[in-house]
């Protein structure tokens, strides 16, 4: 079992930049593949981009490409994830979440997800 606790949200302008932490306890992260995805108001909660558990291979959407980057602390038991050049359709709850399969986009292959945290990017 393990618990995650997403922070670092809030209200930011178009063009800025947010970093979202996600601090799992419970048990070691290093056994986890981990994923950000996000739902938006009245929308389905969409992939974002997911991390290998060392860190060494990463996937992102390609709304996302090129503007956030996923990143992981082993040993500080968190994955980070960096989110600039920030647009208004980025407006979101975002979750991080864990899973014990493959690296994947896919919700059904993450066990563990956190609360989320609002992330909402002004025009």
């Known amino acids: 079992q393990v618990q995650l606790v997403e922070s670092g949200g809030g209200l930011v302008q178009a063009g800025g930049s947010l970093r979202l932490s996600c601090a799992a306890s419970?048990?070691?992260?290093?056994?986890?593949?981990m994923g950000w995805f996000r739902q938006g108001s009245g929308k389905e909660r969409d992939f974002v981009t997911a991390?290998?558990?060392?860190?060494?291979?990463?996937r992102y959407a390609d709304s996302v490409k090129g503007r956030f980057t996923i990143s992981r602390d082993n040993t500080r038991n968190t994955v980070y994830l960096e989110m600039n050049s920030l647009k208004p359709e980025d407006t979101a709850v975002y979750y991080c979440?864990?899973?014990?399969?493959?690296?994947?986009?896919?919700?059904?292959?993450?066990?563990?997800w956190g609360q989320g945290t609002q992330v909402t990017v002004s025009s």
């Open positions: 979440a864990a899973g014990s399969r493959a690296l994947g986009s896919q919700t059904s292959l993450y066990d563990y």
């Open positions: 419970g048990r070691t992260l290093s056994t986890y593949a």
């Open positions: 991390i290998n558990r060392s860190g060494g291979l990463t």
